[in-house]
């Protein structure tokens, strides 16, 4: 690729376009050179902005952001005043949960079982039917998603760490949730799609499902962690490191951006990521993610089709070590910079958009569990620019983030094994 190429694919990924179509190509074939200054892209400002930044703490790096407002943007002047409830406990390492069309709550546990919850905070039996999981380290039950049209095939789709011959993977299956005399089990489980390579390890599986507008179903996944597994991020003919995009049954949709090629996985969607455990769609329907960095450098993408973010050749945040990753690369030509990034880490879990009424201040902003910042994050983004980032302290590890139909915001907390209920404060 020459030069020139080079910068103007650096050029359209760091406005946030889409990139043209030579710009999907096999990994290992695009260009290292240097991506241009970014001086003259200028963050929108936002009137709610105050003057000090949502992040207290040191950076672990001396790398220095390519774009304005591309880390630790300003906090909000206003802080928005909540208060929290706990609506549900007794839970066993929750991982992920919805909300039924009836208003009660299904939930994952990590070592293997589903749990409904009643609207009065009842926690169910496990339902029966679930396949067995490999829950070791970061492994287990992970996410679960409603079928587009579950009121009528009451279907639910579930990702998991797979146990399988020499190794695990991650796996995602459906099944129809069957209700009768008081108890719950999974009828008709089939596995759609397995992560491929197996690999003999346990952290890094990702994993979250986020359907599309058009019915597609996103899925998320990590690189393993490992030395000898983290360079198949840039690999097409992996599944590691990658966001795929599938149908219902599973299959690679024609329109996917490496369909037809000889080698290149075709459900990919997107590559070089480290570990998505964080996915929601914005008011336009676009796929957002945030993934796990390494010590600094968690990333907020907006995942295209065909497109490379980066990983391991590019990253804002060193080994646990201290030592550069690679080459020490924030930069080149051929990848796409994260549209913000956390150093030192917030260890992003789940997310959902606010698109209720009941906070007003959050509407339209992603909220985003934090594994270490123990709550929630919230960003108001400005077209594709982060413009502010609002902590919300919850002290406990939040492992998945969800909107309820009344409004309120609903937070995971994997520590202590509940469901916390978040209403806006008396009076404010």
Do not use: C
Not at 112 to 121: E, F, P, S, T, V
Not at 140 to 148: E, F, I, N, R, Y
């Amino acid at each position: 690729m020459t030069r020139t190429l080079s910068l103007l694919l650096a050029t359209v990924a760091a406005l946030g376009l889409d990139a043209p179509a030579f710009a999907q190509q096999p990994a290992g074939q695009e260009s290292r050179s240097p991506r241009i200054e970014g001086e003259s892209f200028q963050a929108p400002a936002a009137p709610s902005a105050g003057t000090s930044i949502a992040e207290k703490e040191a950076p672990n790096t001396e790398y220095k952001p390519l774009l304005p407002n591309q880390t630790r943007a300003p906090e909000p002047a206003q802080k928005t005043e909540f208060e929290t409830a706990v609506v549900a406990k007794g839970l066993e390492s929750p991982w992920a949960m919805e909300f039924l069309p009836d208003g009660r709550m299904i939930v994952t546990e990590k070592a293997g079982k589903i749990r409904l919850i009643a609207k009065d905070g009842t926690v169910g039996q496990p339902v029966a039917g679930v396949p067995k999981v490999d829950s070791k380290g970061q492994g287990g039950l992970l996410d679960v998603a409603l079928s587009p049209s579950f009121a009528a095939d009451r279907t639910i789709y579930f990702s998991y760490s797979e146990p399988r011959d020499k190794g695990n993977g991650t796996t995602v299956a459906k099944a129809k949730l069957v209700e009768s005399d008081g108890k719950a089990k999974l009828d008709d489980v089939k596995v759609i799609f397995r992560q491929m390579p197996t690999y003999d390890g346990d952290k890094h599986f990702g994993s979250r499902l986020v359907f599309a507008p058009d019915g597609k179903l996103f899925v998320t996944v990590g690189e393993r962690s490992d030395k000898q597994t983290r360079g198949q991020a840039q690999d097409l003919t992996s599944g590691l490191g990658k966001v795929f995009r599938i149908d219902t049954d599973g299959n690679a949709p024609k329109d996917n951006p490496f369909t037809g090629g000889e080698k290149a996985k075709p459900e990919i969607w997107s590559y070089g990521h480290r570990n998505v455990q964080a996915a929601a769609l914005d008011n336009q329907g676009r796929l957002w993610t945030v993934e796990h960095g390494p010590r600094g450098g968690d990333e907020l993408n907006r995942p295209r089709p065909g497109l490379n973010y980066g990983w391991p050749v590019v990253t804002y945040g060193i080994e646990y070590s201290g030592e550069k990753i690679g080459d020490g690369q924030t930069q080149a030509g051929g990848t796409v910079q994260p549209v913000y990034y956390w150093d030192p880490v917030i260890g992003p879990s789940g997310m959902a958009l606010y698109d209720k009424d009941a906070f007003p201040a959050w509407k339209n902003q992603f909220l985003i569990g934090g594994l270490v910042s123990t709550g929630i994050v919230a960003l108001k983004l400005d077209g594709d620019k982060v413009v502010t980032e609002e902590r919300i302290p919850l002290e406990h590890r939040v492992r998945d983030v969800r909107v309820g139909p009344d409004g309120a915001v609903y937070a995971v907390t994997e520590d202590d094994g509940q469901i916390v209920k978040l209403t806006p404060k008396k009076g404010s």
